[in-house]
């Protein structure tokens, strides 16, 4: 038996009251808003972008075996009359309305998760444990925009059993109008920590944006939050005031739901002890770190609370993996040896920053090996921004961090701040930057590369992995 289509045409027309030309399909197979990767047989949303407009590619994407283009109603006649077009006034609010159509027709539970550090790893491990017990659609990638949250739920199929789906922020007011499209049964903050300060009077407005997830929530749903984070209380008020009386908590808070009872932090993984809303649980959690462990917490609340099996979901957990740039680790073949490296290049603000150093610190070196940590620039912090990137100098010190190479002129603040036995380097590039490090390692090192995207160290991820290639990093703790 064929597999159902993931849109008829006609379902998408209705959906988004389009106007077709040319010779549709019937059915489309996926959504795509990239001409670039777009696969055969799926549909091209034409959105115009910060930079680019997406008209500009409907030719290059229907020749590339599109099976339709959606392009708005004022641009139409850029296309060739007989072109596999759906004609909307708006194509993002288009989009938007394939969304909310395809929210309407799920009879799955649905996760939503947010937080101002966690999210994505989150995510994924909700993927994992979902995904074990029956069919699961997530977000992928860091999708969780004005635009990476509709073209997730659009691409939701109708007979999945879990949808998960991530939203972020960096103003107020971006939460809301996303969580309303994804309507879910179960809502997480992972937690509310000092981040995009830029755009906010203090980490109290942060929380009130990311409490506007609760403005979504299905009627009879949940909201999970962290007990034990200072802004737990505020939170809390704010669910109840929105009429949610399920409010499950996670943490190692005595009066948590999710309590952690015991943790035992390992180079790789760590074996964890916890009561998860009453029954007892031991699991092998193959993200290494605290922080990891605490919010494997809320996604086995979720998992209890969407009424799927708690065991297997602690099975899962240890084949859970981080997302790219967000903690994945790669062994390096380099000369007399190996060394190890952690990518947690995708993004970066004080709170992971202190996490990621603190993964790093637990970090297992070889021989004669040093715990390296290469850092980027974290943007967006307003005008506490030198005194947060200063303030790294603790948790270096603290997590027996033996060399640092520092990025961009915000990284300056720690680079002055460390003892010369622990300066690496110091650029204002990554490029400039790249040939400090790679000369630098050795076997038994672990090194540690993060910063803000816009600081770009994926370049330096990449040196590394040209320079010394290697093989993903395994672990064999067993709990």
């Given at each position: 038996?064929?597999?159902?289509?993931?849109?008829?045409?006609?379902?998408?027309?209705?959906?988004?009251?389009?106007?077709?030309?040319?010779?549709?399909?019937?059915?489309?197979?996926?959504?795509?808003?990239?001409?670039?990767?777009?696969?055969?047989?799926?549909?091209?949303?034409?959105?115009?972008?910060?930079?680019?407009?997406?008209?500009?590619?409907?030719?290059?994407?229907?020749?590339?075996?599109?099976?339709?283009?959606?392009?708005?109603?004022?641009?139409?006649?850029?296309?060739?009359?007989?072109?596999?077009?759906?004609?909307?006034?708006?194509?993002?609010?288009?989009?938007?309305?394939?969304?909310?159509?395809?929210?309407?027709?799920?009879?799955?539970?649905?996760?939503?998760?947010?937080?101002?550090?966690?999210?994505?790893?989150?995510?994924?491990?909700?993927?994992?444990?979902?995904?074990?017990?029956?069919?699961?659609?997530?977000?992928?990638?860091?999708?969780?925009?004005?635009?990476?949250?509709?073209?997730?739920?659009?691409?939701?199929?109708?007979?999945?059993?879990?949808?998960?789906?991530?939203?972020?922020?960096?103003?107020?007011?971006?939460?809301?109008?996303?969580?309303?499209?994804?309507?879910?049964?179960?809502?997480?903050?992972?937690?509310?920590?000092?981040?995009?300060?830029?755009?906010?009077?203090?980490?109290?407005?942060?929380?009130?944006?990311?409490?506007?997830?609760?403005?979504?929530?299905?009627?009879?749903?949940?909201?999970?939050?962290?007990r034990d984070n200072a802004q737990f209380a505020r939170l809390?008020?704010?669910?109840?005031?929105?009429?949610?009386?399920?409010?499950?908590?996670?943490?190692?808070?005595?009066?948590?739901?999710?309590?952690?009872?015991?943790?035992?932090?390992?180079?790789?993984?760590?074996?964890?002890?916890?009561?998860?809303?009453?029954?007892?649980?031991?699991?092998?959690?193959?993200?290494?770190?605290?922080?990891m462990a605490m919010n494997s917490l809320a996604v086995l609340a979720a998992v209890s609370l969407a009424g799927a099996?708690?065991?297997?979901?602690?099975?899962?957990?240890?084949?859970?993996?981080?997302?790219?740039?967000?903690?994945?680790?790669?062994?390096?073949?380099?000369?007399?040896?190996?060394?190890?490296?952690?990518?947690?290049?995708?993004?970066?603000?004080?709170?992971?920053?202190?996490?990621?150093?603190?993964?790093?610190?637990?970090?297992?070196?070889?021989?004669?090996?040093?715990?390296?940590?290469?850092?980027?620039?974290?943007?967006?912090?307003?005008?506490?921004?030198?005194?947060?990137?200063?303030?790294?100098?603790?948790?270096?010190?603290?997590?027996?961090?033996?060399?640092?190479?520092?990025?961009?002129?915000?990284?300056?603040?720690?680079?002055?701040?460390?003892?010369?036995?622990?300066?690496?380097?110091?650029?204002?590039?990554?490029?400039?930057?790249?040939?400090?490090?790679?000369?630098?390692?050795?076997?038994?090192?672990?090194?540690?590369?993060?910063?803000?995207?816009?600081?770009?160290?994926?370049?330096?991820?990449?040196?590394?992995?040209?320079?010394?290639?290697?093989?993903?990093?395994?672990?064999?703790?067993?709990?």
């Amino acid at each position: 038996m064929s597999e159902q289509p993931l849109w008829t045409a006609d379902a998408m027309a209705a959906a988004m009251r389009a106007e077709p030309r040319g010779a549709l399909p019937a059915a489309v197979s996926g959504i795509s808003i990239d001409s670039r990767t777009i696969a055969p047989g799926e549909a091209y949303f034409a959105i115009k972008g910060d930079v680019h407009d997406g008209h500009a590619f409907v030719d290059a994407a229907l020749k590339a075996g599109a099976a339709l283009a959606v392009v708005e109603a004022a641009q139409r006649d850029k296309f060739a009359p007989d072109a596999r077009l759906l004609i909307v006034s708006d194509v993002l609010e288009g989009l938007r309305d394939l969304a909310r159509a395809s929210r309407q027709r799920l009879s799955a539970q649905v996760i939503a998760v947010t937080g101002s550090v966690g999210k994505t790893s989150t995510k994924e491990a909700l993927r994992s444990v979902f995904g074990a017990q029956g069919k699961t659609h997530a977000s992928v990638a860091s999708f969780n925009n004005h635009w990476g949250v509709p073209l997730s739920l659009a691409r939701c199929p109708a007979d999945v059993h879990f949808a998960i789906f991530e939203i972020g922020m960096n103003h107020a007011g971006e939460i809301a109008p996303l969580v309303k499209m994804v309507r879910p049964h179960v809502a997480i903050i992972t937690t509310v920590e000092p981040v995009h300060l830029e755009f906010f009077s203090g980490v109290e407005a942060i929380a009130d944006a990311k409490a506007e997830i609760f403005e979504g929530v299905e009627p009879g749903g949940a909201v999970v939050l962290n007990r034990d984070n200072a802004q737990f209380a505020r939170l809390q008020k704010r669910a109840k005031k929105l009429g949610i009386a399920k409010i499950v908590t996670f943490g190692a808070d005595k009066k948590a739901d999710a309590r952690l009872l015991d943790l035992a932090l390992h180079p790789t993984c760590s074996a964890v002890y916890a009561k998860i809303l009453g029954q007892d649980l031991t699991y092998k959690l193959a993200m290494p770190g605290r922080h990891m462990a605490m919010n494997s917490l809320a996604v086995l609340a979720a998992v209890s609370l969407a009424g799927a099996d708690l065991a297997l979901a602690g099975l899962a957990l240890s084949q859970a993996q981080p997302a790219a740039g967000r903690g994945v680790r790669e062994v390096l073949t380099v000369p007399n040896g190996e060394a190890t490296l952690i990518d947690e290049s995708y993004n970066a603000n004080p709170a992971s920053m202190a996490a990621a150093l603190n993964v790093l610190g637990q970090a297992g070196v070889g021989g004669q090996g040093r715990r390296i940590a290469v850092l980027g620039d974290m943007l967006e912090l307003g005008p506490t921004s030198a005194e947060l990137h200063r303030g790294l100098a603790d948790a270096v010190q603290a997590n027996g961090i033996d060399m640092i190479f520092c990025c961009g002129p915000l990284m300056r603040n720690l680079w002055d701040a460390l003892s010369s036995g622990r300066r690496g380097g110091y650029a204002e590039g990554s490029a400039a930057l790249e040939s400090q490090v790679t000369a630098a390692i050795r076997a038994g090192d672990v090194i540690m590369v993060k910063g803000s995207l816009g600081s770009r160290m994926k370049v330096i991820v990449t040196a590394l992995e040209k320079r010394f290639p290697g093989n993903a990093a395994h672990d064999d703790v067993a709990v």
